[in-house]
């Protein structure tokens, strides 16, 4: 039995995380923002070797894209310093790193899949802070699993992806974006292949995504749509430039690993199989935690 820290508990990835993790029989420890600030370097240190876990999860970030563009230094705290400050108590404790960057780290002028040979090239105050925050772990901490992923959907999500059949059902209008691709990614898939990538304990960049060629924010819609039997007419296409938002995104930001295939990871199911399940759950059930409480630090 492995103990597992997982940083970020509350959001939709840290959620998935937890609860694949305590299925599989692992002892987790769960910290959200309120119990543990990544920021805080003191408070990280006195955390992590006071629990002294096998392995961290970071799954903590400021993820508001547009909130960033405004606040650069909140962002580079957050998500580089913080993912940093992790990697030192890590060295400190021992323990195994893995940390979750973004697709949004290239600026989407490639065409097809963007793969760890690309060079990154940061377009946001976000994707510039991931990017840091990429870099300064493994800096700090040559055991440093850097995983990026990208389009993330699940329970308890909060963006435009897990968001939008219940808006649909409450009668909203949606627009979605249809001149921009990325590879929508099921939480619990990602949450299945951290769990292994820490298992392997191999440091290096990995890119994680569910398997297909793709989607458009639009043509995710349309499929969510589809599975729950509502028109997906009630998604009105619209193209990027017509939405003014303070932070550009890349037009395209599909990620594919040239790792994983190496070491023998097999693909993670599609993304249709991944929205299938997850439209399955009953939305109005809340995600319960099965952890040990998250101690305040
Ligand atoms: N969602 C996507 O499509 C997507 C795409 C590419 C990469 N990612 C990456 O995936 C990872 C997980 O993101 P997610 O989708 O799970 O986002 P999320 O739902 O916003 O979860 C992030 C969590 O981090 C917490 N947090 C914020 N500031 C913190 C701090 N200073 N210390 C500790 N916790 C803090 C947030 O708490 P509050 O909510 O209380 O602020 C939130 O619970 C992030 O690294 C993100 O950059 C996500």
């Given at each position: 039995?492995?103990?597992?820290?997982?940083?970020?508990?509350?959001?939709?990835?840290?959620?998935?995380?937890?609860?694949?993790?305590?299925?599989?029989?692992?002892?987790?420890?769960?910290?959200?923002?309120?119990?543990?600030?990544?920021?805080?370097?003191?408070?990280?240190?006195?955390?992590?070797?006071?629990?002294?876990?096998?392995?961290?999860?970071?799954?903590a970030a400021w993820t508001d894209v547009d909130g960033c563009e405004s606040d650069p230094i909140k962002a580079e705290q957050v998500n580089a310093i913080g993912p940093e400050n992790l990697a030192r108590?890590?060295?400190?404790?021992?323990?195994?790193?893995?940390?979750?960057?973004?697709?949004?780290?290239?600026?989407?002028?490639?065409?097809?899949?963007?793969?760890?040979?690309?060079?990154?090239?940061?377009?946001?105050?976000?994707?510039?802070?991931?990017?840091?925050?990429?870099?300064?772990?493994?800096?700090?901490?040559?055991?440093?699993?850097?995983?990026?992923?990208?389009?993330?959907?699940?329970?308890?999500?909060?963006?435009?992806?897990?968001?939008?059949?219940?808006?649909?059902?409450?009668?909203?209008?949606?627009?979605?974006?249809?001149?921009?691709?990325?590879?929508?990614?099921?939480?619990?898939?990602?949450?299945?292949?951290?769990?292994?990538?820490?298992?392997?304990?191999?440091?290096?960049?990995?890119?994680?995504?569910?398997?297909?060629?793709?989607?458009?924010?639009?043509?995710?819609?349309?499929?969510?749509?589809?599975?729950?039997?509502?028109?997906?007419?009630?998604?009105?296409?619209?193209?990027?430039?017509?939405?003014?938002?303070?932070?550009?995104?890349?037009?395209?930001?599909?990620?594919?690993?040239?790792?994983?295939?190496?070491?023998?990871?097999?693909?993670?199911?599609?993304?249709?199989?991944?929205?299938?399940?997850?439209?399955?759950?009953?939305?109005?059930?809340?995600?319960?935690?099965?952890?040990?409480?998250?101690?305040?630090?």
């Amino acid at each position: 039995m492995k103990k597992i820290l997982i940083t970020g508990a509350g959001g939709l990835v840290g959620r998935a995380s937890v609860e694949h993790c305590v299925a599989n029989g692992d002892r987790v420890v769960a910290y959200d923002r309120q119990s543990l600030d990544i920021a805080d370097a003191r408070k990280v240190e006195e955390v992590i070797s006071r629990e002294s876990p096998d392995a961290v999860i970071n799954c903590a970030a400021w993820t508001d894209v547009d909130g960033c563009e405004s606040d650069p230094i909140k962002a580079e705290q957050v998500n580089a310093i913080g993912p940093e400050n992790l990697a030192r108590s890590c060295r400190n404790s021992g323990a195994g790193f893995l940390t979750i960057s973004t697709d949004y780290v290239f600026d989407g002028a490639k065409e097809g899949f963007y793969t760890q040979r690309d060079d990154p090239r940061p377009l946001s105050v976000y994707a510039r802070s991931k990017l840091e925050g990429e870099r300064r772990p493994q800096l700090e901490y040559a055991r440093t699993i850097v995983v990026r992923t990208g389009y993330i959907f699940g329970p308890g999500g909060r963006n435009f992806l897990s968001t939008l059949v219940d808006r649909v059902r409450r009668g909203e209008k949606l627009k979605a974006i249809r001149d921009c691709w990325g590879t929508p990614t099921y939480a619990r898939g990602l949450a299945v292949r951290l769990r292994e990538l820490v298992e392997l304990d191999l440091p290096g960049v990995f890119h994680v995504v569910s398997s297909g060629d793709g989607a458009s924010f639009d043509s995710f819609a349309r499929e969510a749509l589809k599975l729950v039997d509502c028109d997906p007419q009630l998604v009105e296409p619209v193209s990027m430039d017509s939405l003014t938002r303070p932070a550009p995104r890349p037009r395209n930001s599909k990620l594919r690993c040239l790792l994983s295939p190496a070491l023998g990871l097999p693909p993670l199911p599609h993304w249709h199989e991944g929205l299938a399940h997850y439209l399955k759950i009953p939305q109005a059930q809340p995600v319960v935690l099965q952890t040990e409480p998250a101690r305040r630090a």
